[in-house]
């Protein structure tokens, strides 16, 4: 563990993303103790620039603060980044598991499943999801889960593929280990570091899915986000870039820590740095 | 007489951290002209650190501190990139371990052969073809193999296709880093015979790095045995070999198992475990739905019959493919068999249903070839071994207690129980295997070349602890590996196996001594350093 830590801190731009998501975690849990109002609350006069007094990150179409906006806009992307990937990755280990360590017909059956998915065009989908459960947090993180599974399940697949024929693997078969013991506490730890990085990855990614879906007017209606302040704004994006360009850098750093840590954790765990 | 390399006083540090500070401390050696000179060692006593500072392809981890190697009079260490480039191939060439991983696997044989030539002389493509195909024709090889890609190569043809490589420039010396390790002991006899044929033509010197000193025997002129980076002891293959001084090397030749004095066979008894008929066919298709070179199907195993009882040990042998780990895998019912059956005291395995499988497979264990791969990464030793009885109920205290006393008997201690499987070596990993298996209280014990991954020291000490082992708990067991001296060493009775097939069966010391099958004998006289080292 010390010596996949310090293997994890050398690189300094994955210490820029754990610091830069650190400081994001703390703005979204911290949002209801700072700003007890609600984001919804109308401050002053819209379309006022930064910098206006009690206003440091301006005000939007409805004058409302950007700056709470922006804090509260942070809960519901890490909300839904985290837990939607952690239901796709709960989806795609189970099912890439089963599928590469029975292989033969359960693989190819759980494999052309898995292609369905992945044929169909993802955004579509999700939009058509989530218009049909009705725009919701639920709605959005199981319709992004839905749609990103596959990728875990590919990952988890190709790890099981080859450990199962390790000999650690044979002899605990041997040992009359049942299948899922074996599946779950023999195999999976082994080819959990991949799994790792895909996830962390899928957290950015899906927080970028969740702004496109509320800049659509798809995401929860009683929640501010990042993508529906930017949708909501976008009408005034030539007379007041902040309302626009400060939730899209807000996206932006989120997802470029979040990819930041990723490929820290690709190097730090990936195979070919084990030298 | 002037050497050709002369090495003075190398040392080459190892990166801090390590078990010790120099990969190779104080090393001197001279090679001399048309000389071929032997480093004997086992894993990690720097010998092929040594060749490759030869060859100035030393891992980046490591430097060279001091010391001079000198090719032809000139120091090579001071030397420019440059000239390192015009040495390699031309002065000195190499061949190495692994000849799939030294292969490009998109290139043609040809043109890997060609673009060596063309690299160093100005000609073109056709003549240093035609160069090559004199090369491969003198290897032994078909010349349509020019044509050919390495992954559709045995091992053997790909080592020779190395060796032709290395000498398409006619160097000087050609270092040779366990060419044959990873050889049938039959392809590794022609390969040895190719390298001293070559070396006799070109009046070249060759260095040959070797753990086995049954290959020294059949080839060095001159023997420098490495231990912990140093040389303990060198001189001429006679001297070392006849009289050896350092106590290190008498014990490195003490350690070759020897073909004779194998243990007699037991009286008959009603066997444990009747094997009849056994065979598997495996079903691969060549090339994109096995539409481009039609359904293949090779037989893995061809109708295989064995008997073998409670305290006695049968040597499975044979080469590679030779069917011998799908034998195991078909009785332990790893791998289903198509036909026959496996009497286990009455009941037949190969027939069973998973459930019944499950109470019976606990009787009958496996130790495992690879002692990195069998021992799961992330799991400490006491979880390891006591996993077996904890999936079939045992209690967590009773099966730690035993897992204690399971490891003394295997030779390792309670303070290991909380370690993990990476700070051991390949020895100590066997021995967690071995107690492993040994848990469930087993009837019959299936070794896979349980010793080939070892060094000799290491593989003399983990026989004699199976030998124990088998006698103290009267075990049966079944010993897969490819290397006769060591299925001599332990095994009361031998089966020798060629593509799916028993050849012939018999016991130890009779079988070894007059083979009565021509591939069995064939075999035996393959064995390296045969005539010097059994006398």
């Known amino acids: 563990m010390k010596e996949f830590l310090s293997r994890l801190l050398v690189r300094p731009q994955t210490l820029i993303g754990l610091a830069v998501f650190a400081a994001i975690v703390v703005v979204a849990l911290g949002a209801p103790l700072l700003f007890p109002k609600g984001p919804f609350t109308i401050v002053g006069m819209p379309l006022l620039a930064p910098g206006s007094p009690g206003l440091p990150a301006g005000s939007d179409v409805l004058g409302r603060s950007m700056l709470v906006g922006l804090a509260y806009g942070a809960r519901v992307s890490l909300l839904v980044g985290i837990s939607s990937t952690c239901c796709a990755v709960g989806i795609g280990v189970l099912l890439g598991a089963v599928a590469g360590y029975y292989g033969g017909v359960v693989d190819d059956l759980l494999m052309r499943f898995t292609e369905f998915f992945q044929i169909i065009p993802a955004f579509v989908l999700l939009m058509v999801l989530v218009a049909f459960l009705q725009p919701s947090l639920f709605s959005e993180v199981i319709g992004i889960a839905l749609i990103t599974w596959p990728q875990v399940a590919r ?17 605990a078969q041997l040992l009359g280990e049942s299948d899922l013991r074996i599946i779950f506490r ?6 959990l570091p991949p799994i790792v990085v895909v996830g962390s990855m899928m957290v950015g990614s899906a927080i970028l899915t969740e702004s496109a879906l509320a800049f659509l007017g798809l995401g929860d209606p009683g929640l501010m986000s990042w993508g529906s302040m930017i949708g909501a704004s976008r009408s005034a994006m030539w007379v007041a870039w902040w309302t626009t360009v400060l939730p899209g850098l807000a996206i932006m750093v989120t997802v470029l820590a979040l990819n930041f840590i990723g490929d820290g954790l690709n190097e730090a765990l990936g195979p070919r740095r084990r030298q | 007489m002037s050497a050709l390399v002369r090495i003075e006083g190398l040392n080459v540090a190892l990166p801090p951290g390590g078990d010790r500070t120099l990969a190779v401390a104080d090393v001197n050696l001279d090679i001399g002209s048309s000389e071929i000179v032997c ?3 086992e894993s990690g006593s720097g010998k092929s650190v040594t060749a ?3 060859m100035g392809l030393l891992p980046r981890a490591l430097k ?17 990139a440059e000239d390192w480039r015009r040495t390699r191939g031309a002065g000195i060439a190499m061949v190495f371990q692994d000849p799939m991983a030294a292969l490009n696997p998109v290139m043609a044989i040809g043109r890997q052969i060609t673009e060596q030539i063309r690299a160093h002389r100005a000609v073109g493509e056709a003549a240093a073809m035609r160069d090559a195909a004199v090369l491969v024709a ?3 090889l078909e010349p349509g193999l020019l044509h050919a890609y390495p992954h559709q190569l045995s091992g053997g043809q790909r080592q020779r296709v190395m060796i032709a490589m290395a000498l398409s420039l006619s160097p000087r010396l050609l270092i040779a880093d366990e060419p044959t390790t990873a050889l049938d002991v039959t392809t590794q006899a022609q390969i040895l015979e190719l390298i001293r044929n070559a070396q006799r033509e070109r009046q070249m010197s060759v260095l040959f790095i070797t753990h086995d000193f049954g290959v020294v025997s059949d080839l060095a002129d001159r023997v420098a045995v490495m231990r912990e980076g140093r040389i303990v002891e060198s001189g001429t293959a006679r001297e070392v070999l006849d009289r050896p001084q350092a106590g290190y090397t008498r014990a490195l030749i003490a350690a070759v198992p020897r073909l004779s004095g194998s243990p007699a066979p037991l009286a008959r008894e009603k066997p444990l475990l009747e094997v009849a008929g056994l065979s598997k066919r495996y079903r691969g298709s060549g090339g994109f739905l096995g539409l481009w070179h039609g359904r293949r199907e090779h037989r893995a195993l061809d109708r295989v019959s064995l008997t073998l009882q409670r305290g006695e040990t049968l040597g499975v042998v044979g080469e590679s493919g030779s069917g011998k780990s799908t034998l195991a895998r078909c009785i332990i019912r790893l791998a289903d068999p198509d036909a026959g059956e496996v009497l286990f005291d009455g009941a037949d395995l190969a027939g069973m249903g998973r459930r019944e499988l499950r109470a019976q497979r606990r009787r009958i264990q496996m130790v495992f070839q690879d002692p990195f791969s069998s021992l799961n990464p992330r799991h400490t030793v006491g979880e390891i071994v006591t996993a077996g009885p904890r999936a079939h109920g045992e209690g967590a205290k009773i099966s730690l207690a035993r897992a204690v006393e ?8 309670e303070a290991v129980l909380s370690r993990y499987p990476h700070e051991f070596s390949g020895g100590q990993r066997q021995r967690i295997g071995l107690a492993r298996a040994l848990m469930l209280k087993p009837d019959v014990l299936i070794a896979d070349e349980p010793v080939s991954a070892l060094d000799v020291t290491v593989q003399a000490q983990v026989l004699d602890l199976l030998d124990k082992v088998r006698r103290q708990m009267n075990l049966a067991m079944l010993f897969i590996t490819h290397d006769m001296r060591v299925a001599a060493r332990i095994c009361h009775r031998v089966m020798v196996m060629r593509q799916g097939q028993v050849v012939e069966e018999g016991p130890t010391g009779a079988l070894f001594a007059a083979p009565r099958n021509e591939y069995t004998g064939r075999l035996l006289a393959a064995i390296p350093g045969r005539q010097r080292l059994e006398a």
Request: charged residues 20%.
């Open chain 2, 52 to 54: 490759h500072a030869v």
């Open chain 2, 39 to 41: 480093i004997v060692g």
């Open chain 1, 155 to 171: 990952v988890a697949r190709g790890e099981f593929l080859v450990l199962r024929s390790r000999e650690f693997v044979q002899a």
């Open chain 1, 186 to 191: 023999q195999i999976l730890p082994n080819a």
């Open chain 2, 138 to 140: 003198r290897m032994g």
């Open chain 2, 406 to 413: 399971m490891l003394k008997l295997v030779g390792l201690e």
């Open chain 2, 64 to 80: 060279t501190v001091s010391g001079r190697i000198l090719f032809e009079g000139r120091d090579m260490l001071t030397q420019s």
